[in-house]
């Protein structure tokens, strides 16, 4: 396996054959409540190269939208994983062991952003690709 992964208690472990891509932070309302942060920190699979290698047992599957939601552990809360149809869409880069081997290339909806985090700023410290969208399109 070229990436490995897994939760905080160690139940749950997974493999992905190829490099990630398209990674970004989503600072929505929804991301915000399911990551309990800021935001997420989240990047594409690529179709049919993750693997569960341990405690797919242990997963709890939530669907926010018909279709789209979340995997998580039952045991310890970590978010592993976002799901599109069923399948493996891509992965939380927290949950990656050691270097995920992707920057992330953008921050979206960042209008979201609430009092108590400072905004990003483009071509600040740290933040690249800022991606600042209405707070009434985030909604969702």
């Not at 749950?12 to 990674?23: C, E, F, K, S, W």
């Not at 991301?31 to 990047?43: E, I, N, P, Q």
């Not at 047992?57 to 045991?75: D, I, K, P």
């Not at 927290?94 to 990003?120: N, T, W």
């Amino acid at each position: 396996m070229l990436i490995n992964g897994g939760c905080f208690c160690g139940r749950i472990r997974y493999g992905i054959d190829a490099p990630l891509v398209v990674a970004r932070s989503c600072h929505c309302s929804r991301c915000r409540k399911a990551f309990s942060g800021a935001g997420s920190a989240y990047a594409e699979v690529a179709p049919d190269s993750f693997r569960w290698v341990q405690g797919e047992n242990e997963l709890t599957r939530y669907e926010s939208v018909q279709g789209f939601g979340l995997c998580f552990c039952s045991a310890c809360g970590t978010t592993l994983c976002g799901i599109v149809g069923g399948n493996v869409h891509g992965v939380t880069l927290g949950s990656v062991d050691g270097d995920p081997g992707v920057e992330i290339a953008m921050h979206i909806f960042v209008g979201c952003l609430r009092g108590y985090i400072q905004k990003p700023h483009p071509g600040g410290s740290g933040f690249k690709g800022v991606a600042a969208m209405p707070a009434a399109s985030a909604a969702r």
